[in-house]
């Protein structure tokens, strides 16, 4: 009986660890951009996503703990959720927001002063003409963005492709756990 009791409250920790990858990475996240403005976004998700990734290892870590003796398969699975919530939370996240910082330090050192033309206003062409031969007479491609470091960027990409990749991993040991849970 008291077995059955912590398998039952091993699921329900499992089923809220679960529930908790997909409300912050899209629900929260999106709501986020949606009603405030894209720097104000990010820091908050900036400060949200530390304590998302210690909720979610809290979770899975008392599922695992409840699941060790009556489930040892599951309480691996659960705590390789756990484990991973933890090195993201710990390594990956800084890693990220080191190159986000990095990113953001360049963009706004290589961003151009903002300057208004007195001759393009009185030629009536638009600032952006204005620019662009600005761009041609100091030998400048008009087109390429030097505010972006390709380098960082690929950097940034590959640490967000791989907490994308754990957290698919996650949601897949979450739904295995809680289904066997249930069915078996």
């Known amino acids: 009986m008291a077995e059955e009791f912590m398998i039952g409250v091993a699921a329900i920790w499992a089923a809220l660890a679960l529930g908790l990858i997909p409300a ?14 894209d720097a104000n976004a990010a820091k908050f998700l ?6 998302y990734y210690l909720m ?7 599922a695992a703990a409840l699941l060790v003796v009556p489930r040892p398969i599951e309480a691996a699975m659960m705590g390789s959720v756990a484990s991973l919530a933890l090195f993201a939370r710990f390594w990956l996240l800084p890693i990220a927001h080191n190159l986000d910082d990095l990113r953001m330090e360049r ?5 151009p002063p903002q300057q208004t033309s007195d001759l393009a206003d009185r030629l009536g062409v638009g ?3 204005a620019i662009e031969g600005l761009a041609d007479e100091i030998g400048i491609d008009a087109d390429t963005d030097y ?5 960082v960027q690929r ?5 967000q492709s791989r907490s994308s990749f754990i957290a698919i991993a996650q949601i897949g040991a979450c739904i295995a756990v809680v289904v066997r849970l249930v069915i078996v």
């Open 127 to 129: 600032a952006e003409g």
């Open 107 to 111: 963009a706004a050192a290589q961003q």
């Open 155 to 159: 950097a940034l990409v590959r640490v």
């Open 147 to 151: 505010r972006r470091d390709p380098d």
């Open 24 to 37: 912050m990475t899209l629900f929260i996240g999106r709501v986020a951009f949606l009603s405030l403005d």
């Open 46 to 51: 900036r400060a949200a996503f530390p304590t």
């Open 56 to 62: 979610l290892a809290c979770f899975s870590g008392f």
